[in-house]
């Protein structure tokens, strides 16, 4: 294949401008373009770095509403969301330019000599964090905006001082040209090496698994399924130089209705649960997938409130007819589970993209007997979990995998049990929120939008908010360096730059 076409996500059809299959010439090209601005790119100053991402902002606004128009035909999202996600993707570049320009970043640490210490004397040490290398990011399906060709993983690679390769998603190449060519003109608007940015484009999986077997690639960002990050977590290691893949990849987010809460507003819960769930077709990787609660008429409630919320939820188009057909396949295997009850579908819909809102529950015996009615069916479903107790809620959250989120909601008069429970949430997920709903992540200095495995491939990062950054540094301590050979913001003169170091042990600013 030379050439893909992109495709209507409302019929499924290829409709669109068709793009050039780009191959393992093109991958070698890039990635060495990558590395040879590498060293360009890292030198540039706090200042400047962050006006690049300023300006990759401003260009991404400038394209103006063609960008839309081509997101929303290729991924069936509506305008008033993807209009909030081109917000949210300049939010993010620029909230990195403002991270770049404050320094916390760089992890400076000054440990002075101490000549004359007993027994031994101390050498004069000092540390920073620097970029890794070329960073090569996947394009998601879910956010053509906000995870993919400018996303987070790219904003924060670039602010770390990373080229950054973007291997676009194939449902919307159109989208990812338009942002391609936006970063591109912020790269030529700022002298910076053309091979700063990349952007590659293709149907199969060749393509991103040439770019991550590349020795030139240092690190890697995803998001999408648990099968593709695991495939690319396998390539990395296999390397010759194993390198870090970061992967966002399978969550069902439990939501826990403790029974104080359900006694006063189980119906409101119901209600509101509903649009949680069918918000984007049920598409985020923080849907909330699993309900689980202790029996009793405030759980009846909800239960029946929820019912008839997706009983009249209409079809929703998908972004793929791949991910709709899978989402398919799961509402069918639970339907079909043994001790399942089906509680509600939504209205069906005509075409291979139309998803169907799907709603069922289950006893707390049944789930732990069956590990698969844990796995995550992306879209618009949701299992309801009915435990006798206190000791059943906590032996089915003691089961779970690792989650990016867990809901708690309560009432006051929840506190203890909550208080019982916490320890086990802070195991189990990146986020723990009460008395709201998980679709939806703030890009801030506090989120964390990462969990245990397989949550994300390392639990110990974020994709969302300033720590991103960090997945794409690492230390490098100096060592009896003379002064003159040190990075500028190590020498004694640089103190009082209003960035934080710790010297000797102690945080200063001034």
Same mark, same amino acid.
């Given at each position: 294949m030379t050439e893909f076409r992109s495709v209507t996500a409302e019929t499924g059809l290829p409709e669109g401008e068709a793009f050039a299959v780009h191959g393992p010439a093109d991958v070698a090209a890039a990635c060495a373009a990558a590395e040879a601005a590498?060293?360009?790119?890292?030198?540039?100053?706090?200042?400047? @770095?962050?006006? *690049?991402?300023?300006?990759?902002?401003?260009e991404i606004e400038a394209t103006g509403d063609e960008l839309i128009v081509a997101a929303m035909r290729e991924s069936g999202l509506p305008r008033a969301r993807l209009e909030g996600e081109r917000g949210r993707t300049v939010g993010q570049l620029r909230l990195f330019g403002a991270v770049v320009r404050a320094g916390h970043w760089q992890g400076l640490r000054i440990d002075p000599a101490l000549p004359d210490r007993q027994p031994l004397p101390r050498p004069d040490l000092r540390l920073r964090m620097v970029?890794?290398?070329?960073?090569?990011? *996947?394009?998601?399906?879910?956010?053509?905006?906000? *995870?993919?060709?400018? =996303?987070?993983?790219?904003?924060?690679?670039?602010?770390?001082?990373?080229?950054?390769?973007?291997?676009?998603?194939?449902?919307?190449?159109?989208?990812?040209?338009?942002?391609?060519?936006?970063?591109?003109?912020?790269?030529?608007?700022?002298?910076?090496?053309?091979?700063?940015?990349?952007?590659l484009v293709g149907p199969g999986n060749e393509l991103g698994a040439a770019l991550v077997q590349d020795p030139r690639i240092a690190a890697v960002g995803f998001t999408g399924s648990r099968a593709g990050g695991l495939a690319l977590v396998k390539l990395a290691q296999a390397r010759e130089v194993p390198i870090p893949v970061y992967a966002e990849m399978s969550s069902i987010n439990p939501v826990l209705l403790l029974p104080e809460a359900l006694k006063a507003r189980g119906e409101a819960l119901g209600a509101a649960f509903v649009g949680s769930l069918t918000m984007g077709a049920g598409q985020f990787c923080t849907n909330p997938g699993l309900v689980l609660a202790i029996e009793g008429e405030g759980l009846d409630a909800f239960t029946a409130a929820a019912a008839s919320g997706i009983a009249a939820a209409e079809a929703q188009?998908?972004?793929?007819?791949?991910?709709?057909?899978?989402?398919?396949?799961?509402?069918?295997?639970?339907?079909?589970?043994?001790?399942?009850?089906?509680?509600?579908?939504?209205?069906?819909?005509? =075409?291979?993209? @139309?998803?169907?809102?799907?709603?069922?529950?289950t006893s707390a015996a049944a789930f732990l007997a069956d590990r698969a009615l844990g796995h995550e069916v992306?879209?618009?479903?949701?299992?309801?979990?009915?435990?006798?107790?206190?000791?059943?809620?906590?032996?089915?959250?003691?089961?779970?995998?690792?989650?990016?989120?867990?809901?708690?909601?309560?009432?006051?008069?929840?506190?203890?049990?909550?208080?019982?429970?916490?320890?086990?949430?802070?195991?189990?997920?990146?986020?723990?929120?009460?008395?709201?709903?998980?679709?939806?992540?703030?890009?801030?200095?506090?989120?964390?939008?990462?969990?245990?495995?397989?949550?994300?491939?390392?639990?110990?990062?974020?994709?969302?908010?300033?720590?991103?950054?960090d997945r794409f540094l690492r230390p490098v301590s100096y060592q009896n360096l003379a002064p003159a050979l040190l990075p500028a913001e190590l020498r004694d003169e640089a103190r009082g730059d209003g960035v934080p170091r710790l010297v000797d042990g102690t945080l200063s600013i001034a």
């Open positions: 590498f060293d360009i790119y890292r030198a540039t100053d706090r200042e400047s @770095r962050a006006a *690049f991402l300023e300006r990759i902002a401003e970029p890794l290398g070329p960073v090569a990011v *996947f394009g998601a399906s879910n956010f053509p905006l906000a *995870f993919s060709t400018a =996303g987070g993983d790219t904003a924060s690679a670039l602010a770390a001082g990373c080229p950054v390769v973007v291997k676009g998603h194939p449902a919307h190449p159109q989208t990812g040209a338009l942002v391609a060519a936006a970063i591109g003109r912020a790269v030529r608007a700022c002298g910076l090496p053309e091979g700063t940015f990349s952007h188009t998908m972004l793929t007819t791949g991910i709709c057909a899978a989402y398919g396949k799961g509402t069918e295997a639970l339907r079909n589970a043994a001790a399942v009850e089906t509680l509600a579908r939504g209205k069906d819909g005509n =075409g291979s993209t @139309r998803g169907q809102a799907a709603l069922f529950q992306f879209g618009a479903a949701s299992l309801i979990v009915r435990c006798a107790d206190e000791t059943e809620l906590r032996a089915v959250l003691s089961t779970l995998e690792g989650q990016l989120t867990a809901t708690l909601h309560m009432d006051d008069a929840d506190t203890a049990l909550a208080a019982r429970l916490l320890p086990l949430l802070e195991r189990k997920a990146g986020r723990i929120l009460a008395n709201g709903w998980p679709t939806g992540v703030e890009v801030c200095h506090a989120m964390v939008h990462g969990g245990p495995f397989p949550a994300t491939s390392d639990s110990r990062t974020t994709s969302v908010g300033s720590l991103a950054i």
